[in-house]
């Protein structure tokens, strides 16, 4: 859950403004959406469905545990993503060249 205050290789702040982000679940549920999806599709093409037995449960629950299991990775590839919207690439970014802050609050950072 703990994130750098500026990336390791750049210096680029990476908590740009208080609530910066909250935006991020989206990207989370998207991820969590097509994770399912292709879980759905898998389990289809390997096993398949019937409403005889209990291979539509199974994978729910199955699906259910591989999203609680995988949340911290699909946490930190939102976040990335949520910041790579923002903060664009920069090839001059050995010179210093990163995206200054527009307003920063010492007491609210890192409380998202």
């Known amino acids: 859950m703990k994130m750098n205050e500026r990336c ?3 210096g680029q702040l990476l908590d740009l403004e208080p609530g910066f982000y909250y935006g991020t679940n989206m990207i989370s549920y998207a991820l969590a959406f097509l994770m399912s ?15 005889e037995d209990n291979r539509l449960f199974w994978w729910i629950g ?4 591989l999203l609680i299991a995988l949340q911290p990775p699909l946490m930190r590839i ?13 090839p001059k970014w050995m010179e210093g060249d990163v995206v200054a802050v527009e307003r920063i609050n010492k007491e609210q950072m890192a409380n998202w």
């Open 62 to 65: 199955i699906n259910a545990f």
């Open 37 to 51: 999806i292709a879980s759905f599709f898998l389990w289809w093409a390997i096993i398949g469905f019937s409403f």
């Open 78 to 90: 939102s976040r990335t993503v949520w910041l790579a919207f923002f903060v664009r690439y920069s």
């Open 8 to 10: 390791p290789v750049c």
